[in-house]
């Protein structure tokens, strides 16, 4: 895995493994891992961190249906089941914007208790190289990890993530009719990695 320092946090790293076709991004977050894995995983309110989205599922474990639907319930952006779910250190679910005729792949997040807080990364994995689906999703993981850090540590998203979620919230009347929500019903069948 070739791993880079983030110039705007020196304790994040980004990089990618083209043999395995996975990307990784990771944060230090000064917060008990407890308290991660709460806003990480929570399905009652909007997480600014994941878009303004909203997790809806029928409860959080393998097998479970997961949709990222904005805050109205209009729409659904991103679609999966869980395929791994062990509390509080590895939650993973199939992924695939309802925008994209992408692929679909995995996204894992794994929390590990350090010195002074928790250890947080995304990997993508399986994203298809050259896909639009890629390019989304190497700046989305920078914004989510990014944007998790400074909610847990804060409870607010950085001052470019707050420009970020006012500018879509400006744009959410151009979102496409395929992603309308109805679309995307937990007993759709969207596919394995």
Not at 34 to 62: I, M, Q, Y
Not at 70 to 77: M, T
Not at 115 to 130: M, Q, R, S
Request: hydrophobic residues 35%.
């Amino acid at each position: 895995m070739n791993e880079t320092t983030s110039q705007a946090m020196p304790t994040d790293t980004t990089g990618t493994d083209d043999a395995a076709d996975r990307s990784y991004f990771r944060v230090h977050i000064q917060a008990p891992i407890h308290k991660v894995w709460a806003e990480l995983t929570r399905t009652d309110s909007v997480l600014p961190f994941f878009f303004n989205s909203v997790c809806r599922t029928p409860g959080l474990e393998v097998g479970a249906p997961v949709r990222m639907v904005s805050k109205d319930g209009k729409y659904a952006a991103v679609v999966g089941d869980v395929v791994e779910f062990d509390p509080p250190y590895r939650y993973s679910h199939t992924f695939k914007f309802t925008s994209q005729d992408d692929p679909v792949c995995t996204i894992h997040y794994v929390l590990k208790e350090v010195d002074g807080g928790t250890e947080f990364t995304l990997i993508n994995d399986g994203v298809p190289a050259g896909t639009k689906s890629e390019k989304y999703m190497q700046s989305g993981g920078e914004f989510i990890v990014n944007n998790l850090k400074a909610w847990v540590e804060t409870g607010r998203p950085t001052l470019s993530g707050r420009f970020a979620l006012f500018m879509m919230g400006l744009t959410a009347g151009l979102t496409p009719s395929q992603c309308r929500a109805e679309n995307w019903p937990f007993d759709r069948d969207i596919g394995r990695p």
